[in-house]
């Protein structure tokens, strides 16, 4: 061992107090000297942590309050704990857990639940002469506004979102789903950061394997600390670890949370996000936009078929490109390739090269709009493609085609409703465009078989990605490819999906 190592390991610290083994094994004393040592031992080094003390008429300590003052509110903690407990103590009142004018208030004796709530902003009261605690909530439960999405604009429909704090998430959903039916699982994920995680479902409509599932792949998870959705995203989906498609719907959007509740679906809300985890999804899933149940169902038909146009546009319109250009020149017409051939003269890269660095200067692109400040970032993206482009072009190193072809795929890749969807649509190209570019059509055909066979062997949660094609269900095709009028009595559209539960009992049936 070297020396600087030799001398890290001597001069750590030993074991600290706030190791779980330790505070379970303690418990308050009635000594509140001792209780005010141990506290300050345990977030020895925090700034935050505050210890008030209270004196009888005789100068004794009565009473000590500690918190920390980052997590509570100031206007909380003085009305409901130093006021009332100030006023028992100059009138030789007695003042218990019964008497505090907060109804989540708890009396605990276990240190490892006393941290806990301290942690969530709760004030701790220790009483001379009782070997237990009252916790009273004084937490500081201040949130920023309730926004449009803006990751899922819309013209009609319902302009609030989620936000950070999960209790106020909980309660729009509640405001369009009005039962006792809906519930909510909590669990706590996350060894330091101990993340509340929130299973949400309607008993009756969601699926028991389904709910069941989840449960136990949310108790599984062993990580250290959960800061956003994405964590529980990645740890859940172990069984399938590297898909192209999404086997998570992600939004930030109430009305789609409610209405994928109403389909028999699985709302799972994470804590300091506004981004909820929806499960079992299907492919059609990621093609559907909430808009779509707010206009008129020709028209959301007919918008539906736009997007999955514009879904083949984005995967195999450059490959196409490079494989027609490269091999098989006698597909295009004469006055056409007439005019591609002069177009490249002057540009000396192949074209499978030429379109691949094209593709990944718009994502560059793209991504720089994205991270840049809102003000100019779309400037900066939509200057910069056009700048770029033409200055190409006019220096011989790209052609004009390849940058029609590649602007109309970035173009047609906006069109899809779901980010997270669309993210693995764009992966699909760079792919498809290498086999185009080794084997012509032939490659083109096989990057198709090779993503159907990935579709369809693919399951969200035990439901088939390709539900109901493959399995094939003439009732869930209402709300696939077309978008069917809603029945007198009928709130929404069938569900995309039948789950395994259902599936199972069908083919009993039959």
């Not at 237990?132 to 449009?148: F, K, T």
């Not at 101990?194 to 990580?223: C, F, H, M, P, W």
């Not at 196409?320 to 591609?340: D, G, K, N, R």
């Not at 096989?446 to 399951?459: D, N, P, R």
Request: net charge negative.
């Amino acid at each position: 061992m070297t020396t600087w190592l030799r001398k890290w390991f001597v001069s750590s610290p030993p074991l600290m107090v706030e190791d779980k083994n330790i505070l379970e094994k303690e418990v308050v004393t009635s000594n509140i000297e001792q209780n005010e040592a141990f506290v300050k031992q345990m977030f020895l080094g925090c700034s935050d942590l505050v210890c008030h003390n209270i004196y009888e008429v005789d100068g004794k300590v009565q009473r000590l309050i500690v918190y920390l003052e980052t997590l509570t509110g100031e206007k909380k903690l003085s009305e409901l704990v130093l006021k009332p407990y100030k006023r028992s103590a100059e009138e030789s009142e007695t003042w218990d857990s019964e008497s505090i004018p907060v109804v989540k208030s708890v009396t605990s004796s276990n240190w490892a639940d006393i941290v806990k709530l301290m942690l969530r902003g709760y004030a701790i009261v220790f009483t001379a002469g009782e070997a237990s605690a009252v916790c009273i909530p004084v937490n500081n439960l201040v949130h920023r506004s309730i926004e449009e999405p803006s990751s899922e604009p819309v013209i009609r429909g319902p302009k609030e979102g989620f936000i950070e704090r999960q209790s106020v998430n909980v309660g729009l959903l509640r405001n369009y789903i009005r039962t006792p039916r809906l519930k909510t699982e909590a669990f706590t994920v996350g060894e330091i950061t101990e993340t509340s995680v929130l299973v949400t479902y309607i008993e009756g409509l969601a699926d028991e394997s389904v709910v069941n599932q989840v449960r136990d792949k949310i108790a599984s998870i062993q990580i250290d600390g959960v800061l956003e959705s994405g964590y529980i995203q990645e740890m859940m989906r172990q069984d399938n670890p590297f898909p192209l498609f999404p086997t998570f719907q992600v939004t930030e959007r109430p009305d789609v949370v409610a209405g994928g509740l109403l389909e028999g679906r699985v709302a799972i809300l994470v804590d300091n996000t506004p981004f909820v985890l929806v499960v079992p999804v299907t492919f059609w899933t990621g093609m559907q936009a909430s808009e779509d149940y707010y206009l008129s169902y020709p028209i959301a038909t007919f918008v539906r078929w736009i997007r999955f146009i514009f879904l083949f546009i984005v995967v195999f319109a450059p490959s196409f490109f490079v494989a027609v250009t490269t091999y098989h020149q006698e597909m295009i017409p004469t006055s056409l390739l007439l005019s591609i051939a002069s177009a490249r003269e002057p540009v000396p890269l192949p074209i499978m090269i030429e379109v691949l660095l094209m593709e990944i200067m718009f994502e560059a692109l793209r991504e720089a709009g994205l991270r840049l400040p809102r003000t100019i970032g779309q400037t900066v993206s939509i200057v910069g493609v056009l700048v770029i482009g033409q200055a190409a072009v006019q220096a011989g190193i790209i052609s004009a085609p390849t940058v029609i072809v590649v602007s109309t795929t970035g173009i047609a890749a906006f069109v899809i409703p779901r980010f997270n969807f669309a993210n693995g649509i764009r992966l699909l190209r760079f792919p498809i465009i290498f086999l185009a570019g080794s084997l012509g059509l032939y490659g083109i055909a096989l990057g198709f078989l090779g993503i159907l066979l990935h579709v369809v062997h693919l399951k969200s949660f035990g439901v088939p990605y390709f539900t109901p094609v493959a399995p094939f269900s003439i009732r869930a095709l209402k709300d696939a490819w077309l978008r069917f009028p809603r029945k007198n009595g009928v709130g929404l559209s069938a569900p995309t999906y039948e789950s395994a539960t259902k599936a199972q009992q069908r083919e009993g049936g039959e």
